[in-house]
């Protein structure tokens, strides 16, 4: 039986035992090298045969994303699967697009490692359930920003004067283009705030904006 050859990236020691322990109880699974950082893995890919890479983000010498992005580079058949504590969406985003096939908290490490190693070798991915109800949540926050009410609900005047706030009139300046009185046009702003359900002036300069009102 050939068994898939994995190499461990992480500047603890301890941790990386722990990682081979479970990788190796594993039949099918061998770890082949360890590494303590970026730029002793890219040594190491240069002798030792390797389908899948376990590693950190946060290295000394040569951090996780540079180290994913010059092994894609100079070992493209090499898997990476992160393994990492940072669960931001910075962190997730700059690991994929640098060429990652999984990214895995090391949180879910001891439950998930394996899944998550076998379905990157079958050329699948893997992301954390934790990171992915974290982006999956950003974006339909994302959704909802850009979709918002629509300003038809809006009269004519009401919109008007959105406009005039997203070009960074006061109430008073406003009152003067439009020939009405202050109290008029604090009026009309309490009337937008209602119908759109948004409280404060960067809430609406966001939603005027999204909608192409300027």
Do not use: W
Not at 52 to 57: A, I, K, N, T, Y
Not at 80 to 104: C, N, P, W
Not at 149 to 156: A, G, N, R, V
């Amino acid at each position: 039986m050939i068994k898939s050859r994995i190499i461990l990236v992480d500047d603890h020691t301890i941790f990386r035992t722990g990682l081979r322990s479970l990788v190796e109880k594993e039949p099918m699974l061998k770890v082949v090298g360890e590494a303590k950082d970026g730029e002793d893995l890219l040594e190491k890919l240069e002798d030792l045969a390797c389908d899948l890479v376990v590693l950190d983000l946060s290295m000394p010498n040569k951090d996780g994303i540079t180290a994913i992005k010059e092994v894609r580079q100079k070992f493209p058949r090499v898997k990476i699967l992160v393994l990492t504590m940072q669960k931001d969406h910075e962190h997730f985003k700059r690991a994929i697009a640098s060429g990652a096939e999984g990214y895995l908290l090391k949180d879910d490490a001891y439950d998930q490692l394996i899944t998550a190693i076998k379905l990157i070798l079958k050329g699948k991915q893997f992301v954390s359930p934790s990171v992915a109800t974290l982006i999956t949540d950003r974006f339909i926050r994302s959704c909802d920003d850009i979709e918002g009410p629509s300003l038809e609900i809006l009269t004519k005047r009401e919109q008007q004067i959105l406009k005039l706030i997203v070009n960074g009139f006061a109430n008073k300046n406003i009152a003067t283009k439009l020939k009405i009185s202050v109290r008029t046009v604090e009026t009309h702003r309490a009337h937008l705030t209602d119908k759109l359900g948004i409280k404060n002036t960067a809430g609406l300069v966001k939603l005027a904006i999204s909608k192409g009102l300027v």
